[in-house]
C-alpha cells in the first residue's frame, strides 16, 4: 500500500513555462514533505521540503505548496529550464523518521 | 558538503554469491539508509540504522542483511544474490531521527544479477 504516490509518471513542459508536479499522501501522521530530483546514474539530491505547519515554501525558482486537508503538495517550477529535465520524487516523514518516497514523476523541458 | 560515498558505481554478480555494497558518509550522521530504486516503484526502504550495531528493518528486507560496526559505514549485504535483486541500490544518511531534515544520497551502485 503505497503512502505517498505521484500519479503522473511524466510530465513534458515548454522552456520558460511552469512545471507542477503533484503528490498525494494517506498518512495523516506525516509531518514533513521533501522534494528530490535526480539525474539517471546518479543519487537524489535535496530540492526543497515543507513542514507540516505551513502551507507553502519557496527558494528560487521552487516553490512547495501543501494542502494537509486535501492530503496533497505539489512543487511548482518557475520559470523551467532545460536543466530541471530529471526524475522528481516527493518524499514524507513522520517526526523525522525514516523517509517514505513516490514513485518518482520524469519532467521533461523542451527548449 | 555532506558526503556519502559508495564503493561500486556498477557491479555484476551470479546468482548465489555473496554481495556487499558499501556506503560510507562522512558528516558523522547517526542515521544510515539504504533504498533500492526500480521503474515505477521509486525508492524503497531495505534496512536502516539510527547508531552502531542499531538496525531497523524497512519495507523489503527479505534477502538482505545490514552491517554497521562504525557510525560512518553502513554495509548491505545480499546473502545470496538472485535476479530479482537487480536495481539501483542508494545509501542515504541523515542527522538524529529527532530532527526534521533532509537525507543526503550516494551516487548509487547499479546491481545486475546474473
Known amino acids: 500500500d503505497q503512502q505517498v504516490k505521484q500519479n503522473s509518471p511524466s510530465l513534458s513542459v515548454q522552456e520558460g513555462r511552469i512545471s507542477i508536479l503533484n503528490c498525494d499522501y494517506t498518512?495523516?501522521?506525516?509531518?514533513?514533505f521533501l522534494w528530490y530530483k535526480k539525474y539517471p546514474a546518479e543519487g537524489p539530491t535535496f530540492l526543497i521540503s515543507?513542514?507540516?505547519?505551513?502551507d507553502k515554501n519557496e527558494d528560487g525558482r521552487f516553490t512547495v505548496f501543501l494542502n494537509k486537508s486535501a492530503k496533497h503538495l505539489s512543487l511548482h517550477i518557475v520559470p523551467s529550464q532545460p536543466g530541471d529535465s530529471a526524475v522528481y520524487f516527493c518524499?514524507?516523514?513522520?517526526?523525522?523518521?525514516?523517509?517514505?518516497f513516490g514513485a518518482g514523476t520524469i519532467l521533461r523541458v523542451k527548449s | 558538503d555532506v558526503k556519502v560515498t559508495q564503493s561500486s558505481r556498477y557491479l555484476v554478480k551470479r546468482t548465489g554469491e555473496k554481495v556487499f555494497l558499501e556506503c560510507v558518509q562522512d558528516?558523522?550522521?547517526?542515521?544510515m539508509f539504504w533504498y533500492r530504486q526500480d521503474p515505477g516503484l521509486g525508492l524503497r526502504l531495505i534496512y536502516f540504522?539510527?547508531?552502531?550495531?542499531?538496525?531497523e528493518k524497512g519495507d523489503i528486507p527479505e534477502g538482505y542483511s545490514v552491517s554497521r560496526e562504525k557510525k560512518e559505514r553502513f554495509s548491505l549485504i545480499l546473502e545470496s544474490a538472485s535476479t530479482n535483486q537487480t536495481s539501483m541500490y542508494l545509501c542515504?544518511?541523515?542527522?538524529?531521527?529527532?530532527?526534521?531534515?533532509?537525507?543526503?544520497f550516494g551516487q548509487g551502485t547499479r546491481l545486475t544479477v546474473v
Open positions: 542515504a544518511s541523515s542527522f538524529t531521527l529527532l530532527m526534521n531534515t533532509e537525507a543526503f
Open positions: 498518512n495523516s501522521m506525516f509531518d514533513y
Open positions: 515543507i513542514s507540516s505547519i505551513k
Open positions: 518524499a514524507a516523514s513522520v517526526g523525522g523518521n525514516k523517509l517514505v
Open positions: 558528516m558523522d550522521h547517526e542515521n
Open positions: 540504522s539510527y547508531d552502531v550495531k542499531m538496525k
